[in-house]
């Protein structure tokens, strides 16, 4: 089953071993793995930093009935999860914005080749998108922005760093 969503995903195929996940959040922006949710949660919970550095970490059971984004549904979890339905699999997305089929300032920034400035105002935006649509604004600069709290700055990203996201290299 592994070699196939590795297959499936274009993806590197590594076997469980001592340390496995401390290798792959190394590593690698994303994981799927192949595991009960329990053991990957007790493996990877001392591994944990915050949302913005951590991977996208995917659990995929053994007989692929269910892709659970398990860490970083807004940064690539739910989008694997989606694609591994190809495969059969039912992706179990909780973020609240999936849920209610709204956009997230994540996965807005990613559409328009950006990274949050200000990641701590997502929460607020996030919840704002839930409840109406949120005007999207493009400031060409030179500039000055003055923004409240709740306002999330999408900085675009540097074309070569782009050009490198988008192919997968970095």
């Not at 009960?36 to 990877?44: E, S």
């Not at 200000?118 to 030179?142: F, W, Y």
């Amino acid at each position: 089953m592994a070699s196939k969503i590795a297959e499936h995903l274009e993806a590197d195929l590594l076997l469980y071993e001592k340390g496995i996940f401390r290798k792959a959040f190394e590593n690698y922006g994303a994981i799927v793995a192949v595991f009960a949710t329990g053991i990957v949660v007790r493996d990877i919970a001392p591994l944990l930093n915050n949302k913005w550095s951590d991977p996208a970490v995917v659990v995929v059971d053994s007989n692929l009935n269910f892709a659970i984004p398990l860490l970083g549904g807004h940064h690539g979890a739910n989008e694997i999860s989606r694609k591994l339905a190809e495969l059969g699999a039912v992706p179990v997305l909780t973020t609240a914005t999936e849920v209610h089929g709204k956009p997230s300032v994540e996965g807005i920034a990613d559409r328009f080749g950006c990274e949050v400035f200000n990641k701590e105002s997502t929460i607020a935006v996030n919840c704002a998108l839930l409840d109406r649509q949120v005007e999207v604004l493009e400031v060409k600069g030179p500039r000055i922005v003055i923004v409240d709290e709740d306002v999330s700055v999408l900085v675009r990203k540097k074309q070569a760093e782009a050009k490198d996201e988008g192919t997968g290299n970095s």
